[in-house]
């Protein structure tokens, strides 16, 4: 399996990014697919879930700015991130979770000027 993040890059404080993950390879019907983050200094932590049923997590932080989304038909996820904070820059990382393992994307730089 293969994860390919896209959607990253510099905004200002209070902007929008929106990121898409495109997933690849033998994908079993309805992963959990989820979106962590990585600041400088500090582990990696969860931002949002989504199951294969559609249920959503999120981290209170995010909550009400940030929507978790997900095509079963083309094995992808999206996360729209609106009303980002400099507290928001990090390394988005894509998460697919299945039978057969966990698999993470590459991940994606967003930074957020204030």
């Known amino acids: 399996v293969q994860l390919v993040e896209s959607g990253g890059g510099l905004v200002q404080a209070g902007g929008s990014l929106r990121l898409s993950c495109a997933a690849s390879?033998?994908?079993?019907?309805?992963?959990?697919m989820a979106w962590y983050r990585q600041a400088p200094g500090k582990q990696r932590a969860l931002v949002a879930r989504i199951r294969g049923g559609g249920t959503t997590t999120y981290v209170d932080s995010v909550k009400g700015r940030f929507t978790v989304s997900r095509d079963n038909a083309k094995n992808t996820v999206s996360l729209q991130m609106n009303s980002l904070q400099p507290e928001d820059t990090a390394v988005y990382y894509c998460?697919?979770?299945?039978?057969?393992?966990?698999?993470w994307g590459q991940g994606t730089q967003v930074t957020v000027s204030s």
């Open positions: 390879g033998t994908i079993f019907s309805f992963p959990t």
């Open positions: 998460y697919l979770e299945q039978l057969d393992g966990v698999y």
